[in-house]
């Protein structure tokens, strides 16, 4: 279990700093609390919502999902409820990931008690987030409008469990006011919490079942990841997410793999390793003098 003082921070829109997801949406809070800390590489993140009462395998889902995603170096993002969120954030904890937790009360406010060990360990691997000031209760109508920050914080929302009137079905619609994509797993038709994501579906989210599906759709997406394609001339079509990362944290610049590997806590130095190897491959980086790589400048699709 992480130990130590975690320290709380205030940031701006506009700022260094502020999370680089949220710049640029019309709803962006103008002004977030934090306690612990969010990296420039939590930009590779997505959200996993769902109904507060899920079934067993909702549960077991979403931790799965979680888990997986947070082991690809995604951060996941959450809203730190009861049933599908806190298995989320339980999923990406279990395996030493990212997890940021966006609140309907204040970052020192314990909501729900049930989360309260939850609550305690989220900021050493990631962050608690809120618009609202320390000490602001909660409230109903402050959780649609905090559905907002979970979604725009995200490259996309995966929805594992929502009932025809679950809060999670806000934060995907919330997501697509952002241009962000929304993503669904499929359930029994027998089941009520699964009623209004398998609607999702009907309507057009993206099916998934796995972090493999979630990381292959967000890969075919240009806008959700810039960097995720190499060039035409490559030999591969596409970049993963984590070597669309890496050339995001070193361009313009000219590092060595220890000062790579530095810059990215959350992936093992071995990993960097065989990433930067993979890049060399594919054309996206050169080596040069004094072990140091470069990207190329071929343009991307």
């Known amino acids: 279990m992480p130990i130590g003082v975690v320290s709380s921070t205030t ?7 502020y999370p680089e997801n949220l710049i640029g949406l019309p709803n962006a ?28 395998v909702g549960k077991m889902i979403a931790f799965e999902l979680a888990r997986d995603l947070a082991r690809a170096g995604v951060t996941v993002v959450s809203g730190l409820a ?50 609202y000031p ?30 025809e009137k679950s809060g999670a079905l806000l934060t995907a619609d919330w997501a697509l006011r952002q241009g962000r994509p929304v993503m669904a797993v499929p359930g029994t038709v027998k089941s009520g919490v699964s ?12 099916l998934v079942t796995s972090a493999d599906d979630v990381l292959s759709f967000l890969g075919q997406e240009g806008e959700c990841l810039p960097l995720a394609r190499v060039p035409k001339d490559g030999p ?46 594919k054309g996206a980086l050169e080596r040069i003098a004094g072990g140091r790589y470069l990207a190329t400048k071929k343009r991307w699709d």
Request: aromatic content about 4%; glycine content about 14%.
């Open 11 to 17: 940031m701006i829109l506009g700022d260094l700093g």
């Open 29 to 56: 809070p103008r002004c977030l609390y934090v306690l612990g800390r969010v990296l420039p590489t939590d930009r590779l993140a997505v959200a996993v919502v769902g109904t507060r009462s899920p079934t067993p």
């Open 82 to 131: 009861a049933g599908i969120d806190g298995e989320a954030h339980r999923g990406a904890l279990s395996t030493g990931g990212r997890t940021i937790a966006c609140l309907g009360a204040g970052i020192d406010v314990v909501y729900p008690r049930q989360n309260q060990k939850l609550y305690g360990l989220v900021p050493h691997s990631g962050a608690l987030v809120s618009e």
């Open 134 to 163: 320390q000490g602001t209760p909660p409230a109903p109508w402050r959780f649609p409008r905090r559905n907002r920050i979970i979604s725009g914080m995200s490259l996309g929302v995966v929805v594992v469990e929502a009932g």
């Open 195 to 206: 009623v209004g994501s398998n609607k999702l579906i009907q309507d057009g989210a993206y």
């Open 236 to 281: 591969d079509s596409q970049l993963t997410l984590d070597e669309a990362l890496i050339l995001r944290e070193i361009e313009g610049r000219m590092l060595n793999g220890d000062e790579i590997a530095g810059l990215l806590p959350s992936l093992p130095p071995g990993k960097v390793v065989s990433l930067l190897s993979s890049l060399e491959m």
